[in-house]
């Protein structure tokens, strides 16, 4: 199918928006994007990406200017939350050495897609609130301007609440998981090295990496607890709760805190995969499709694959609608693995009992001992996908 045919209208511009609107474009499409923010930002956030996301950036163009503004791991850490002792060490550059993940401030990756997006001859619209997005043929838009938008397909990359979501599927009905997530970003006085390192205590963890050259640090910490916490990026908690949820951590995890300002907290839900990806020449990606937990780190990852493979079924079936059912089975199926290793991995982090939390992180230290590249390698099946190449 020649896409240049073809006037597509992209809602959202995050990281699965920019991305497919970059995709089509290349394609040949006649691209908009629409962002209901006043200016196209991201701020305080670190994202790790990896080399299944990687590989779409660098079949979009954008390898060498990805690696300019990334940091590479060298290694995963973990360790106990009270002994500066190492339980385990994943060292990439030895058994990955192949292979590229990559530390990135999320404003930085956004503003690399957003330049390469305008210089495409992408249109991005500012200040374009959706309030109802109609399938049909043709598939309409409803701003809360009072416009009606039409084009021959709507991409919904609009996130967690989809207005294209909805439509294709009714309300949401995600699940408290018993979790909430802070996130903060503080300078790297404690001189990080290029690795993440994970905390482990009794129901909760803490996360960290560098970012921008090694001047700042990313901090998620994650805890279990009962309180319900608004599921949002934009609610701000006193630092000194986050302190004290965190008492007992000892060493870096520790310093790290007492730098720790006004950090984002958010409550982490379990949504499902949508069921329904596409309906009347209206489609979803990313976060709209299929939000995920963040302890695989596979939320921007998950939205880059599906920007390349909307955009590659796009340009080879015969029709729309054709397409976006190629689109939603070949991604479906993947997402929802990915999903589910998400899902079940927190546990392993957070034992309570002090004679277990002790017998499992033995288990994992002598595992790295024994077989140090099968333990790199068991997400393999995540990590060395790539859709580039028909994956």
């Not at 609107?21 to 994007?33: C, E, F, K, N």
């Not at 967690?160 to 802070?182: D, E, I, K, Y």
């Not at 908690?237 to 951590?249: E, I, K, T, V």
Request: charged share 20%; glycine share 8%.
């Amino acid at each position: 199918m020649q896409l240049n045919e073809i006037r597509i209208v992209i809602v959202g511009a995050g990281i699965g928006g920019l991305a497919a609107a970059l995709a089509l474009r290349l394609q040949g499409a006649d691209v908009t994007v629409l962002e209901q923010a006043e200016a196209i930002a991201e701020v305080g956030a670190g994202i790790q990406v990896s080399p299944n996301g990687a590989s779409v950036l660098g079949a979009l163009g954008l390898g060498d200017a990805f690696e300019a503004a990334t940091i590479r791991c060298r290694a995963v850490v973990l360790s106990d939350y009270r002994r500066p002792a190492e339980v385990l060490r994943l060292d990439l550059t030895k058994h990955a050495a192949d292979q590229r993940f990559a530390f990135v401030h999320r404003a930085d990756l956004i503003e690399l897609l957003a330049k390469a997006v305008r210089q495409a001859g992408v249109n991005i619209r500012l200040l374009q609130k959706v309030e109802r997005v109609e399938p049909g043929s043709p598939p309409v838009l409803q701003m809360c301007s009072g416009a009606r938008i039409t084009a021959d397909l709507i991409v919904g990359a609009d996130g967690l609440h989809s207005r294209a979501r909805q439509a294709l599927n009714g309300t949401a009905r995600p699940f408290f998981t018993g979790q909430v997530a802070w996130r903060a970003v503080v300078p790297n006085d404690q001189r990080l090295p290029d690795e993440a390192r994970v905390f482990m205590g009794p129901g909760r963890h803490l996360v960290c990496y560098p970012l921008r050259d090694g001047a700042m640090v990313n901090l998620v910490a994650v805890q279990e607890r009962q309180e319900w916490a608004a599921e949002s990026w934009s609610h701000t908690d006193d630092a000194g709760n986050l302190r004290s949820a965190f008492a007992g951590f000892e060493g870096l995890p520790k310093a790290l805190l007492n730098q720790v300002d006004s950090p984002a907290l958010w409550g982490l839900f379990r949504h499902p995969v949508a069921r329904c990806w596409h309906k009347g020449r209206v489609t979803i990606l990313g976060d709209a499709a299929h939000p995920t937990l963040p302890f695989m780190a596979q939320g921007a990852n998950m939205a880059l694959e599906d920007a390349w493979v909307l955009a590659e079924e796009l340009s080879r079936a015969p029709g729309i609608e054709v397409a976006l059912d190629t689109y939603q089975n070949r991604r479906r199926p993947r997402v929802e693995r990915v999903i589910a290793a998400a899902n079940g991995n927190a546990w392993k982090y957070h034992l309570r009992s002090g004679p277990v939390r002790s017998a499992a992180h033995l288990a994992l230290h002598l595992g790295g001992l024994v077989a140090p590249a099968r333990m790199v390698r068991q997400f393999d099946w995540i990590y060395r996908h790539d859709v580039t190449r028909g994956d």
